[in-house]
């Protein structure tokens, strides 16, 4: 199902982005500009990224890179 119809991303896409370290609806539209034209589907986005663990978080307490799978699945 589509999340964004202005850039047709679909609910699993922005799933997939959140998999890969995306924790906030600004990090989602990085990733593929989900939630930057209309605005729409903002509410949409953070329902689906919930209150959950971020992931990217996590890597950066641990010195590691944040952004890497990010560029990859854009």
């Not at 939630?35 to 329902?47: K, P």
Request: with cysteine.
């Amino acid at each position: 199902m589509y999340v964004c119809s202005c850039f047709g991303v679909t609910e699993q896409q922005v799933k997939q982005h959140a998999e890969n370290g995306a924790c906030t609806p600004r990090q989602i539209a990085s990733a593929c500009k989900a939630g930057t034209d209309c605005g729409s589907c903002v509410r949409r986005i953070q329902a689906l990224l919930g209150r959950g663990a971020c992931p990217r978080r996590e890597l950066a307490d641990q010195g590691r890179p944040v952004l890497a799978g990010l560029e990859e699945a854009a």
